[in-house]
């Protein structure tokens, strides 16, 4: 591999020697190093998305075999013994299993693929590429961070597969359910438990690791005359979701941490007067809500880690595919930042009716409408990018527009949730569910999808196939809401109820539940679609047009993008670019102005021209 | 084989979608359209114009299909406040969310690629953008405003009557055990240490407090018409949650920390019954029990924090008699918990009296899962 290739004409900036360099005199990367244990930011993010989109099925095959005993609570499913042995006898899924199902549906849809395989996948794909670096700050930590994820993985897997089942009590694992091993009051409590437990540890380590390196790159390892308001909304978006999770992460982990002295070392952190089959424990003085305030500080900020990745991938998305800058990109930047801010300090909204001082909520009430504030911005300013485009409507386009859809709808309804005096009734019920699946679940999916179809390309030098694509997200939207919007007609249905029959109240919605459960089959069968599509297309989809090919590499912009990834090779090598790292001289939403499709970041200004601010 | 063939179905109908998929793409290919999305563009334009008005329209409705299905209005006075803030609530949100997800497909459509060939370069417009700002932000401030002071009025202890009924609800797994005082008003004291709480006595009731004799547990939660509750919640094992869809009512029973809600009941259920006749889907015939729904309507208690496997089991009937004449006769026919001992021993023998629940939701449980009762509420 000759690493003197000629740089292009508007191509400057310093050399990076060690890179360019490197391939004469360093050995040659055995398979190992290439594909495994590999620190190159490219393939860490391939196997972040493989691992992402791997738990992705698992947690869908969950939401289904829960949504069949849902759908038809009085049916047997023999299929389901043959699979599940002792959880589904009689083809019955039992009650206990039924819990573990959504305890670890919520811990693997949330923890393992929209944050693991989200921003994994993005911002290792995406920073060293759209801030011009040959890779991350520290490759070896940025590997180790995959194989903590990895290593969370196998011990959350495992967990299925011990005699007592998987953690069952919730994925938000409040003691004293989860708090004692004692597997007559919670099966899941066992060790299952411990096993989520340790699960949760590697992949808040994993988690850490990323964050770090992300904030140190984009902060560090910017090409010349990047500066930070030249950096795309991805970019700004990865960093502050990196920050939230170094600053939140580690409340978890300590809430955990005490958990597991209660549960192992007999400590009472969150255990006071336990009467169990009227003996009384030994634990005193301890306080099950302080778990809660543990866990909220993360798990809102957690929210937000999951949704600003898929916001910056949207925001790029839909600049591109309008041919348009995006509007308002400083009140963007501006309300990334406020919606960090605010997310910490919004955690009791989801504890209204724990018993909090009813003072203390009000302040909660207050910043939790605030925060509405710059996430209503942000969908004002989406719009605003789309008005007056040159729209092409490519498969991550319609993805993008389901994003902000989906948003805004379930964004709304959060304004009801953070209300605390109507919070007093929608709290756990499925008008809870219904929210935190539309704002939360389906438009980060969105985002995600979005984000595929658009840097396939980038990934693997072809693009994923249109027509599945199009088939892939009208079903998923139609689907999605179909699933998820006539539930907010069921506000007051408790959630995680194995059944309602015992309940006259609950009782009336029978074929509803049957009507969402048969599109929730639907929409997962469309998400195979995509894998399909996606295996598929990395061996035969449609290759990248090459618009110029220099020494031994080729070029081409698939999606005419302004931002540096697509001025690299269209072959993924190490380090990124092959002769000197690009420099950059403007911001990155120059669409068609001054007559031209599109400028390229790395494009010097022409003489007389103003440079955007 | 069942299995085999499924497998070979889907199997099958994926090879179809990959190989229409790939014919569409040799096709654009040849005709040398592969990246122009032109045509595309607009079809795909008119899907999404065609989805937001199918999306308004199913809105329309799944309000007329399931509303009348809903839990039906507050039985209480506080929920008719909150009930009502949410309608103010949802009042704003629906002409935002008309507005903007109109507006998101109609400019997908609208300036598609087909109709609209030259994009306009506009980056920002300030004071746009502090319009957008502040028009939001006005409205939540709104909505705060109201919000707390309705929060505030719930929650205001200084302002409740001290007469209230007061009733002592203490959950485990999974049932409810409700305590009232009997007719002194008073609870007996509860001890909480391990010579008192047994068995047999789970409180940890105190028999040598005379107020305990005449308390009672009760099967049903009973509650007057118009006369303030203060329920006073507790849990033995894990988090439950006391909720009363009806009266808009949830409080989480905290084991080791007392929590109450305080509310009044605005109609008994007879009169929600008479209410409900009014309505046309009420009045249709419940199959499972081959009368007008109204007829068996009644007020319910269940938990709403996952507490383990029979969450969905913790059910109790509630019911709002219409004066204090009509609970007191109830009250009579109740039986005290305390049973004064046989021998000539005094009553400080604390485990005197048997102070199990009388009652045991799970056995609701049984008849509709097909679950043996005690396989359920053994541990
Ligand atoms: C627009 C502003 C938003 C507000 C005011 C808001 C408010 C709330 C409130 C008050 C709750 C607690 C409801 C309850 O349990 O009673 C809640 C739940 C939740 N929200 Fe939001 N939310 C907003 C946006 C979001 C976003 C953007 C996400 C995620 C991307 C999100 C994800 C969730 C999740 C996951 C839960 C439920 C957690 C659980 O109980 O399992 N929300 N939201
Ligand atoms: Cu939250
Ligand atoms: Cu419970």
Redesign the interface.
Known sequence: MSAHTTTTADVHGHVDTDHIHGHDHHHEPTWMETYIFSTDHKTIAKQFLITGMFWGIVGGLLSVLFRLQLGWPNDTFP?LE?FLGKWAEGGKI???FY?AMVTMHGTILVFFVLTGGLSGTFANLLIPYQIGARDMASGFINMLSYWFFFAASIVLFTSFFVQTGPAS??WTA?P??NGMRDI????GSGLGFDLWALAMTFFIISSLLGGLNYVATILNLRTKGMGMMKLPLTIWAFMFTAILGILSFPALLAGVALLEFDRLLGTSFY??????????LDYRG????LFQHLFWFLGHPEVYIIILPAMGIVSEVLSVH??????????MVVSIMAIVVISFLVWAHHMF???LN?NL??VF??FT??I??PS??K??????T?????????VPM?FA?GF??MF??GG??G??LG????D??L???YFVVAHFHIVMGVAAFFGMFAGVYHWFPRFYGRFM????G??HF?VT??GG?AIF??MH?M??L????????????????NF?TQFISVAAIVVFLAQ??FV??FF?SIF?G?KV?VERTEGEHTYGN?WEGTTLEWTAPIERIHGNWAGEIPSVYRWP?D???NDKPYISQNTPLAPGEVE?T | MLAFVTFALIVLFFTVLVLIGKTNELSEDIAGKGMNYDAKSKWNGYMLLGFVIAFFISIVYQVKLLAPIMIPKSASYHGEKTDNLFYVTLFFMTIVFILTQFALFYFAYRYNQSKNKKAYFYSHNNKLEVIWTVIPAIVLAVLVVMGMRVWFQIFDVESRDKNALVVEVTAKQFQWMARYPGADGKFGHRILDTAHITPTNELGIDWTDPNSHDDFWSDKLVFIKGKPVLVKLGALDVIHSFYLPHFRVKMDCVPGIPTQFYFTPKYTTEEMRDYLKTLPWWNTINPETGEPRWKTFKYELACTEICGRSHYGMQKEVVVVKDQAEYDEWMKKQSPIYVAPKAEGTATDSTAAPATAATDSTSKETAKTGKPVAELVKK
Do not use: C
């Open positions: 299929f043959t039992s009650n206990e819990l009590g919730g409040y004293p359910l007559a009051i919670n099966k255990l006071n007067m336990i009467v169990v089959n009227g003996h009384l301890g306080s099950p809500i309008s041919r348009k800058p995006i509007f308002g990109y400083r009140a009716v724990t018993g009813p909520a009000a009430v207050l409408l605030l509405a504030v209503a911005i969908v004002f300013n989406w719009i605003g789309i008005w007056k485009g040159s729209i092409r409507l490519t319609l527009i902000v859809s805004i709808s709304l309804t304004l009801m209300n605390s005096p109507i007093i009734q709290h756990d019920t196939n249109d027509t599945l199009y088939i009208y939207l139609i809401y919007f006539p007609f506000t007051g408790p959630r995680r109820y194995y059944t309602f029959a015992n309940f006259e109240t609950f009782n009336n919605f509803l195979l679609i399909v599509n598929y035969k449609r047009d698939p939403y669409y068609s102005v955007h």
